[in-house]
């Protein structure tokens, strides 16, 4: 055991006899402030004397805090209750942002395979229950016209809105 952990042990064995042996009644009895007695200080060299402290009497309570209970100072004391809160935000019109161009739905083809025939690519579509075989330039149920087949997609115009969409129909085979 080092000396440090020796006098660690002496002084928690002194705090436990005190917890034990030490004594548990309360003071009942409350301290006044007593009023002493300022001898005059000597003379040094023709200085004055220097200021001597001076212990004050206390005062009562209704005093310094008022009969009610108000805080110090009164309604316009130093020690009033303070709102720490920040101002709210303040609130600015925002116009709102114009709407968003109307864009075209999703491609509602299947894609299911190509070919090529006569020198020009064939795509075979299919939507629901119909199956199309489109080149380009074909149009397609009078709302897409086929643009361009050149693997690995196929672009494709959205007539109502004139917006260019494009399918995946892989690589060349």
Known sequence: MTPRHGLMLAA????GALLLFG??????EVAEAVERAVAPSR????????????????????EVAGEDGDT????????????WTPPPPKVVAVAAPPPLPP???PLPFVYLGKAAADGAWEVFLSRADKTYIVRANT????????????PPVMTLNYLPLNQVQQLNIGVLD
């Open 23 to 28: 004594e548990r009644q309360p003071v009942s």
């Open 12 to 15: 928690l064995l002194g705090a």
């Open 103 to 105: 864009l075209a739905p």
């Open 43 to 62: 003379h040094r060299a023709g200085k004055p004397d220097a200021a001597q402290p001076v212990i004050l009497a206390l005062l009562p309570r209704s």
């Open 139 to 150: 149009v397609i149920d009078g709302a897409y016209r086929v643009v361009a087949i050149a």
């Open 72 to 83: 110090f100072g009164g309604a316009d004391g130093v020690f009033q209750s303070q709102n």
